[in-house]
């Protein structure tokens, strides 16, 4: 009965290298959103995804940032290229449809870039 | 587009009394809003919820209260306790793509 998976919990990146983040929903769940949450502000929608589809993405930066979720696999957000305001807590989250019904979180990937 | 607007980021009540969060929506296709609540280092959990049919939704010491012609929703904690002390994310949904929209947070203290 495992909830949602992230990992790594912590990542730490250079500027300029790839950061890789994955979400394993729950099981059963096909619907997933990636949140990003800045040091002391709230959460910010980045994308919203269903198997093999991207459903909105519009709050994810136009260069740099991309995200899938395959047939098989956990949803990965990547990240390249990574510079200092990246550093920020990511969430993601899965839920079994849409519209209705709460979001069931992860507990989040840190990245820190130096 | 700061469709979820939470405008107090701190809130701190003592315990035992009553504590209230607000929340202000710009979005008239959101048809299902949600309260989060989160700890450090832990990700949201869900809290309570409501339908845009509905006005008021009680759980226990949480209540939930919607006013659709003003935007806004209000999460009622009473009485509150210390164990409350936590960022409180107000959510809203619905829309032709039906993702998940959050306000910023408010940090609520209960103080013993």
């Known amino acids: 009965n495992a909830g949602v998976m992230q990992n790594p919990r912590h990542l730490v990146r250079r500027r300029g290298q790839e950061a890789r983040l994955r979400c394993s929903p729950m099981?059963?769940?096909?619907?997933v959103y990636w949140y990003r949450q800045l040091p002391e502000e709230g959460l910010k929608f980045m994308v919203y995804?269903?198997?093999?589809?991207?459903?909105?993405e519009s709050g994810m930066p136009k260069e740099r940032f991309s995200a899938e979720f395959p047939k098989e696999g956990p949803s990965i957000l990547r990240i390249q290229q990574v510079v200092r305001g990246d550093s920020a807590a990511y969430f993601c989250?899965?839920?079994?449809?849409?519209?209705?019904?709460?979001?069931?979180f992860g507990e989040g990937s840190r990245l820190t870039v130096l | 587009d700061q469709q979820v607007k939470q405008n107090s980021p701190s809130l701190s009540v003592q315990e035992g009394r009553i504590s209230i969060l607000n929340c202000d929506y710009t979005?008239?296709?959101?048809?299902?809003f949600l309260w989060y609540k989160k700890y450090p280092a832990e990700g949201p959990t869900f809290l309570i919820s409501?339908?845009?049919?509905?006005d008021k939704n009680e759980d226990g010491r949480f209540t939930v209260f919607l006013n659709k012609s003003a935007k806004h929703l209000s999460l009622h904690i009473v009485p509150s306790q210390p164990g409350d002390s936590a960022v409180y994310f107000c959510?809203?949904?619905?829309?032709?793509?039906?993702?998940?929209?959050f306000g910023a947070g408010t940090r609520l203290t209960v103080k013993p």
């Open positions: 979005n008239s296709m959101f048809d299902y």
């Open positions: 409501i339908s845009s049919i509905k």
């Open positions: 099981k059963g769940h096909s619907h």
């Open positions: 989250a899965s839920s079994p449809k849409i519209s209705t019904g709460e979001l069931f």
């Open positions: 995804l269903q198997k093999e589809n991207i459903i909105d």
């Open positions: 959510a809203a949904s619905g829309g032709n793509n039906n993702d998940m929209r």
